[in-house]
T-cell receptor, first 115, second 113 residues
Framework: AQSVTQPDIHITVSEGASLELRCNYS??????LFWYVQSPGQGLQLLLK??????LVQGIKGFEAEFKRSQSSFNLRKPSVHWSDAAEYFC?????????????FGTGTKLQVIP | DTGVSQNPRHKITKRGQNVTFRCDPI?????LYWYRQTLGQGPEFLTY????????KSRLLSDRFSAERPKGSFSTLEIQRTEQGDSAMYLC???????????FGPGTRLLVL
C-alpha cells in the first residue's frame, strides 16, 4: 500500500528565511506527487504536482519541489518565506493508474512564520 | 470556473441525529471524491463517483454513511445516527479526467455533541 511520511509535524521559520518541508513516500513505482496547502478552517489548495519529466517542479506562490527517485522524496522549498505562508502543508501521492486517483495524504506539516 | 463549493460550512448536531452535506463540483468535472479529515491528520479517502456511479467506497464509510450523485452533478453525503467520532472536516474534491488533479472545496466541519 502506498504511504506518505512528513517527518516534521511543526516548523517555525523567520519571515524572509528559506524553507524546506520534507516528504518521503513508499510506493512500488513512481507515483504522481502533489503538495497542497491548507489555511485554518479551509480546504486544500494545490501548490504543485509532479507527473513526469523535469524533477524540479515550479508551483504557485513561489514554491518549488524536487523529486528524487533514489531517496523516494519530494521535498517542498521556498527561498524566502512570507508571513502569509503560515498554514499547514500536505504532501500526497496517487498511483499512475490512468483511472481515478485514490490520493494518499501525509499527516501534514504546520508552518509558523515569525517576524 | 467558480471552484468547488460545499454547504453548509459548519454543522453542529446532537448524537443520534442525521446530517446531510452537499458538494457542488467544478462544472464538467466528471469525477467527484469525498474525504474526511480529523484534527492533526491528512484527509482520508471515503468514496469516489464517476458521473453518477459510485465506484469505490472506503472501509471508513460505515453503513451509517451514504453518498449520492444524482445526474452526475452535485453530490450529497448523509450520516445517519451521528456519533461523536464522526466529528471531523468533510472535504469534497472534483477532477477532470484529463487533468488528473483534484480540486478541493472549503469543507464542512461537523461537530457532534
Amino acid at each position: 500500500a502506498q504511504s506518505v511520511t512528513q517527518p516534521d509535524i511543526h516548523i517555525t521559520v523567520s519571515e524572509g528565511a528559506s524553507l524546506e518541508l520534507r516528504c518521503n513516500y513508499s510506493y512500488g513505482a513512481t507515483p504522481y506527487l502533489f503538495w497542497y496547502v491548507q489555511s485554518p478552517g479551509q480546504g486544500l489548495q494545490l501548490l504543485l504536482k509532479y507527473f513526469s519529466g523535469d524533477t524540479l517542479v515550479q508551483g504557485i506562490k513561489g514554491f518549488e519541489a524536487e523529486f528524487k527517485r533514489s531517496q523516494s522524496s519530494f521535498n517542498l522549498r521556498k527561498p524566502s518565506v512570507h508571513w502569509s505562508d503560515a498554514a499547514e502543508y500536505f504532501c500526497a501521492v496517487a498511483p499512475k493508474s490512468g483511472g481515478y486517483q485514490k490520493v494518499t495524504f501525509g499527516t501534514g506539516t504546520k508552518l509558523q512564520v515569525i517576524p | 470556473d467558480t471552484g468547488v463549493s460545499q454547504n453548509p460550512r459548519h454543522k453542529i448536531t446532537k448524537r443520534g441525529q442525521n446530517v446531510t452535506f452537499r458538494c457542488d463540483p467544478i462544472s464538467e468535472h466528471n469525477r467527484l471524491y469525498w474525504y474526511r479529515q480529523t484534527l492533526g491528520q491528512g484527509p482520508e479517502f471515503l468514496t469516489y463517483f464517476q458521473n453518477e456511479a459510485q465506484l469505490e467506497k472506503s472501509r471508513l464509510l460505515s453503513d451509517r454513511f451514504s453518498a449520492e450523485r444524482p445526474k452526475g452533478s452535485f453530490s450529497t453525503l448523509e450520516i445517519q445516527r451521528t456519533e461523536q467520532g464522526d466529528s471531523a472536516m468533510y472535504l469534497c474534491a472534483s477532477e477532470n479526467r484529463h487533468q488528473e488533479t483534484q480540486y478541493f472545496g472549503p469543507g464542512t466541519r461537523l461537530l457532534v455533541l
